[in-house]
């Protein structure tokens, strides 16, 4: 008698890379522009009025965004996270989420964003199956504000993205983050976190890294995770809370009075990299598997080629698995050895990084 089970195709198992880490996180960045001049993003003396960023012929259209996020899919992505620059300066971004959230295996989509807008998109895209919003605030001190958005954006119009994004509804809720430098913005952290405790809005502290090359990162600059947690301790008691899932970047902390948690990313003092299973989609359609990369491996030119659809679909499929089962990236951990490196006259891997604008954070 025929055994049916034994008569099926056996699906080949999910890549993972030469460290063990699966492929489970696609962020997705569909605008290289941003509406900011953060200086530790994208500093205004760079990417001033006559800066060229790419044309929409350039940035891929919603059809490839989508094909790629579906073969994701089927290599074990299950979470999306759409970034930028800034996501919704992208026009028609609510049919984006729709199609993303419709697809087999897709379980998240998340979006990052400065938060201006919001007020006009957030009901729309919470109805197009968006779960949640992270908003980027680095200060309530409007000086401060001001400095570290570049001059640009008003910190009314965050705060009112934030309320607008709580008034929709999103299932998975509404997160801040913060990036913490120190002396720039360090002494406002208990502002930030008295803003939106007892709110439901999570707020997550991000060490200042050096992504890209022209944010001028010193690690004298840097207020490492566990300094912070001290002093946010001895305001307001904290214990540790268990990871939700393998791979969490964030620390996640609850207050014990239970005004809600707090979440601490610490790549430069405490690296996450032995984790880490993002990878990193360019609005140009170049796949980069490290926040840090130098390179990019080009998915454009083969959704543009002149082949089938079949065979675009297969050569991606083999593309990305290739490009994971072979990645070896682990930067963050590898930083510390930097300084060692370069006393001692060793070549230090990696000066040159992508742009974090062009690849989201």
């Known amino acids: 008698m025929d055994d049916d089970n034994n008569s099926r195709p056996v699906s080949p ?42 044309g929409p012929t350039e940035r891929l259209n919603f059809d490839e965004i989508e094909r790629i996020a579906r073969l994701a899919a089927g290599l074990g992505v299950t979470k999306i996270r759409l970034t930028g620059g800034e996501p919704l300066l992208r026009p028609g971004l609510p049919d984006l989420v729709h199609r993303l959230s419709a697809l087999p295996g897709i ?33 309530l001190d409007p000086a401060v504000f001001a400095h570290m958005s570049g001059g640009r954006g008003e910190l009314s119009a965050v705060l009112q993205g934030i309320d607008a994004a709580c008034a929709a509804g999103f299932a998975g809720g509404v997160k801040i983050n913060t990036v913490v430098q120190r002396g720039v913005n360090d002494a406002g952290v208990p502002d930030i976190l008295a803003r939106f405790r007892h709110t439901g809005v999570t707020v997550r502290l991000i060490e200042y890294m050096d992504v890209g090359n022209l944010n001028g990162w010193d690690r004298a600059d840097v207020v490492p995770s566990s ?18 899932y393998r791979g969490e970047v964030a620390r996640r902390y609850r207050y014990v009075d239970g ?29 980069y598997t490290c926040l840090f990369a130098a390179t990019g491996t080009d998915l454009r030119a083969l959704l543009r080629g002149n082949s089938s659809d079949a065979d675009v679909d297969e050569r991606l499929h083999a ?22 490196l370069l006393a001692s006259g060793e070549q230090a891997s990696r000066q040159e990084k992508i742009e974090m604008h062009y690849i989201g954070g």
């Open 227 to 244: 300094e912070l947690r001290a002093r946010i301790a001895a305001l307001w008691p904290l214990e540790p809370l268990l990871p939700r």
């Open 259 to 287: 005004a809600g948690e707090i979440g601490f990313v610490s790549s430069v003092s405490e690296p996450f990299c032995g984790m880490c299973s993002r990878a990193r989609l360019s609005s140009d359609g170049k796949l």
């Open 107 to 139: 379980e998240d989509v998340a979006l990052t964003t400065n938060g201006v807008l919001l007020p006009r998109f957030a009901p729309a895209l919470q109805q197009a199956g968006l779960r949640r919003v992270t908003v980027s605030l680095d200060s």
């Open 319 to 340: 593309t990305l698995s290739r490009i994971w089962r072979h990645r070896i990236d682990r930067y963050s951990e590898e930083r510390a050895r930097l300084p060692a």
């Open 13 to 54: 198992a999910p890549p993972v890379d030469r460290l063990g880490r699966p492929l489970r996180d696609l962020r997705i960045s569909v605008m290289d522009r941003c509406n900011f001049r953060c200086p530790y993003c994208m500093p205004e003396a760079t990417y001033h009025e006559a800066f060229r960023f790419l």
